[in-house]
């Protein structure tokens, strides 16, 4: 078993920047991605970001170029900065960790961190 834990959500002005952390631990093997994912207001959980072992990333069309996703393998941990924080940014986002090469799949989830950008 394995349980990621989110950090770093908070208040941001819009155009503003925050840093997202999510650290997992428990039964950890390798290879394993990791990703982020985001769900509120009434929405389905969506796809942000994520990172294979080998570091390729995948970004959502609505991030691409703001957000910036990586890894610490000796840490387990998977950051997610995000720039230009638009009002429809605004969401809990979840961290995925996924055993094997891709994202794709069942997985072990955080809680969720929150994040409210202002305008």
């Known amino acids: 078993q394995v349980q990621p834990v989110e950090s770093g959500g908070g208040l941001v002005q819009a155009g503003g920047s925050l840093r997202l952390s999510c650290v997992a631990s428990?039964?950890?093997?390798?290879?394993?991605?990791m990703g982020w994912y985001r769900q509120g207001s009434g929405r389905a959980r969506e796809f942000v970001a994520s990172i294979t072992a080998s570091g390729s990333t995948e970004y959502a069309d609505s991030v691409r170029g703001r957000f910036t996703i990586s890894r610490d393998n000796d840490k387990n941990t998977v950051s997610l900065q995000m720039n230009g924080l638009k009002t429809d940014d605004a969401d809990v986002y979840y961290c995925?960790?996924?055993?094997?090469?891709?994202?794709?799949?069942?997985?072990?989830w955080g809680q969720g961190t929150q994040v409210t950008v202002s305008s």
């Open positions: 428990g039964s950890i093997s390798n290879p394993y991605a």
């Open positions: 995925k960790y996924k055993p094997g090469p891709t994202i794709h799949g069942f997985g072990f």
